[in-house]
Structure formats: structure tokens, C-alpha cells
Nanobody, 117 residues
């Protein structure tokens, strides 16, 4: 099982980024997928989740209306479109299989998002 996140970077407040996650080693299409973030000195926290077929979606209150999670089961990928970014969104972002609870223990390396002017 492997998760490879990409798409992070340095962006100014109000800017946008699109994160991608490529998953492998399990039957992607039957698992919900989630994005988490971990800021320096803080615990990892749930940002968004999407059900296996995409019919159910969850967002943390802090990102509602700004972030959009989506998935492509054919390519075994999950995405996080991040708009109107704020400095407090600065964190390392990870994807993992599972609906709000990680179903595997082997997290990827994550992708760093830094929002700063």
C-alpha cells in the first residue's frame, strides 16, 4: 500500500493550489479517501473525505466553501482543490484510505503547503 502526494508549494494568501494523491497496492475503488493536514507542533487533523463512489463528502468547518475534494477511480487518484488559501492552511498535507479514520498505517511523505506573503 502506497500513497504519493504532490502539488504543494508556496502561495500567497488568497491563492490556489491543487493537490494530487496517487494510491496503489489496494482496491482503490472500494475505499473512501481522506485528506489530512499537520501543521508544525500540532496533531494531524482531518481536512476532507470522499466516499468510494464520490457520493458522500465531508469537509472540516475550517475549509468549507474553499476546498473541494474529488477522485478518479480509473486513475486511482484523489485530489484536493484549495482556493482562497489562508496562512493558517500552512501544513503538510497527506492522503489516506478511509472515511474519517485511516484504514492503513503507512502514510505517505505528504506535500508541503505554505501560505505566506
Amino acid at each position: 500500500v502506497q500513497f504519493v502526494e504532490s502539488g504543494g508549494g508556496l502561495v500567497q494568501p488568497g491563492g490556489s493550489l491543487r493537490l494530487s494523491c496517487a494510491a496503489s497496492g489496494f482496491t482503490f475503488s472500494i475505499y473512501a479517501m481522506s485528506w489530512y493536514c499537520q501543521a508544525p507542533g500540532k496533531e494531524r487533523e482531518l481536512v476532507a473525505a470522499i466516499s468510494s463512489a464520490g457520493g458522500s463528502i465531508y469537509y472540516a468547518d475550517s475549509v468549507k466553501g474553499r476546498f473541494t475534494i474529488s477522485r478518479d477511480n480509473g486513475r486511482k487518484m484523489v485530489f484536493l482543490q484549495m482556493n482562497s488559501l489562508k496562512p493558517e492552511d500552512t501544513a503538510v498535507y497527506y492522503c489516506i484510505a478511509g472515511w474519517k479514520v485511516a484504514q492503513f498505517t503507512n502514510w505517505g511523505q505528504g506535500t508541503q503547503v505554505t501560505v505566506s506573503s
